[in-house]
């Protein structure tokens, strides 16, 4: 057997994070667990080359893990507190395999936890469900590695001192509870897909980050919800390639080639969607797909039926009352042939203060005016848009089309 | 594990309240009370007077400093407290969410923190 380096990375990515969600539970301490894993890979690499890989790795590495970490312990003088752990004998280890795969659910909805701040619980979830090192997470999210690292340590002692629990949870529980992960992993997503049309500075994608994890959650908690997230991810990852034209500059959904949009994703996102509608009621992230899917199944914008769109928007706001989806919903209807109806409906709700400081409520209204012929209206909205605007390619995006006003081309 | 429920409400929001709905609220809180103590989460807790009646006393250079009010001025002010037993943190904010003030204000949940143990002190020359 090799003892390349290969092998151990090999080993360390097949391995490595179902035994430190393991590790994490017989432990009861995320940083004990992580030392003890790193000893029970060094004792890896050490002995099976000699005595042979053994017949099941991962409970192999548990186990040795598991010493370790008591071992440990024993030496600490903070022992008493953790004098329960130094009972259970090998075989209380429950290492079954469905135990085991449920300790990555345990992992995620710990990490997910709503007691955490959001900025924590993304950086938890990308340094422990997905295996990244503190440096990658760190360049993938824009920050400093030892800011992320503080954030991270921080989150790790309130999981232990608040004794957030390390537990899938139950049926009952769980309605309340998915959202929760679900949010986490589309915030991830986002956070990729946002970046994808700036200068690309990181090998880490998160969102393909964020789509592993949701295929392993829906592996693990077949749920329509999770269903419904992996086929909005699918469906908006389908229009990447498209999404920015040959100089980097922003393209939006009507201006789209879409013989760029990947048919392949959109059918993959298509099938999640089917499963999760077969699950009802359709929850929020299956109406979202939903609304994706009728855009991916025009094959020129003008045949968008606006009309299911609208349908769609309606069930969400009705469902999901939020101001960002009385704007789409109020967008989908002028585009469905009421312009009027769509602007007065955006007025009703400009005051509101998520929406009045937000940019893309004055590019959408100022997108309706344009469409009108009101150049004077679209102008201003334009401009209270760039007063409000932080990213360099909607920046550019939102002068481009001011400067069309002025100058038709 | 213990827990304490630190009860925080706007005393303007009780000020404003009728007699009878006051009235309610505690009848609502004794109840809560006696749940609380039946399936053995409740350990100790108190309600307090109002913001108004505070002294805060801070020793400096050893001299003590009395005050008039509260060690900090905020929106809500602190109403009470409950300590509960929860087997953990999720167990403990679904019992604080039915603490009825958690209408009208706001509950902070926070795992208590155990003392060390007495340090015993060695007298050099005497029998431990």
């Given amino acids: 057997m090799s003892t390349e380096p290969s092998y151990v990375d090999d080993l360390y990515r097949e391995h490595s994070r179902r035994v430190q969600a393991t590790l994490i539970r017989l432990l009861g301490d995320f940083e004990l667990a992580e030392e003890a894993m790193q000893d029970a890979f060094v004792a890896a690499v050490q002995q099976w080359p000699v005595n042979g890989k053994p017949d099941n790795p991962t409970a192999w590495l548990i186990r040795t893990g598991y010493h370790c970490g008591i071992d440990q312990i024993r030496q600490r003088s903070t022992a008493r507190r953790r004098a329960h752990l130094l009972l259970p004998t090998d075989e209380a280890l429950d290492l079954e395999p469905t135990t085991i795969e449920d300790d990555a659910l345990r992992l995620l909805f710990t990490c997910c936890h709503p007691s955490l701040s959001m900025e924590a619980r993304i950086a938890l979830t990308l340094r422990e469900m997905c295996g990244l090192t503190t440096e990658q997470v760190a360049s993938a999210l824009l920050m400093k590695p030892t800011t992320l690292a503080q954030r991270i340590v921080r989150a790790k002692r309130k999981i232990r001192d608040a004794h957030i629990p390390y537990a899938v949870p ?27 049309t700036g200068v690309s500075v990181v090998d880490i994608s998160l969102t393909q980050e964020a789509m592993r994890l949701g295929n392993e959650l829906a592996r693990l908690l077949p749920q329509g919800e999770v269903f419904g997230l992996m086929a909005l991810m699918l469906l908006n990852d389908a229009r990447r390639d498209a999404r920015q034209d040959s100089e980097g500059e922003l393209v939006t959904l009507d201006a789209q080639d879409r013989r760029l949009w990947r048919q392949e994703d959109i059918q993959v996102g298509i099938a999640w969607l089917e499963q999760a509608l077969a699950l009802t009621p359709a929850g929020y992230y299956t109406l979202q797909a939903s609304i994706a899917a009728v855009h991916a199944q025009a094959s020129h914008a003008e045949q968008t039926d606006w009309g299911r769109i609208v349908r769609l928007y309606d069930a969400l706001c009705r469902r999901f009352p939020s101001p960002i989806l009385a704007l789409n919903r109020a967008v989908a209807i002028a585009m469905n042939g009421a312009p009027d109806t769509g602007l007065k409906l955006l007025d009703d709700i400009a005051h509101h203060p998520q929406l009045s400081r937000y940019h893309l409520f004055h590019a959408a209204k100022a997108d309706l005016l344009r469409r009108q012929g009101q150049h004077e209206a679209a102008r201003s909205a334009y401009q209270q848009a760039l007063l409000l605007v932080t990213l360099d390619p909607e920046k550019r995006f939102l002068n481009r089309r001011l400067a069309e006003l002025e100058n038709p081309p | 594990m213990k827990y304490v429920a630190l009860v925080y409400y706007q005393e303007q929001i009780i000020n404003a309240m009728s007699e009878q709905a006051w009235h309610d609220l505690n009848q609502e809180c004794v109840a809560g009370v006696e749940r609380l103590s039946t399936n053995g989460h409740y350990l100790a807790g108190q309600a307090l007077q109002p913001v108004e009646t505070a002294t805060t006393v801070r020793v400096r250079d050893d001299e003590t400093l009395i005050s008039d009010g509260p060690f900090a001025e905020t929106k809500e002010q602190l109403a009470g407290f409950y300590l509960l037993e929860a087997h953990d943190l999720n167990e403990a904010l679904q019992l604080a969410s039915r603490i009825p003030p958690a209408r009208l204000g706001s509950i902070e949940v926070r795992p208590v923190r155990e003392l060390p143990p007495k340090a015993h002190k060695t007298v050099i020359g005497e029998q431990p």
């Fill in chain 1, 170 to 196: 139950t049926q009952e529980e769980l309605p309340e509870r998915l959202p929760d992960v679900l949010q986490v992993i589309y915030l991830v997503f986002n956070e990729g897909y946002s970046r994808s």
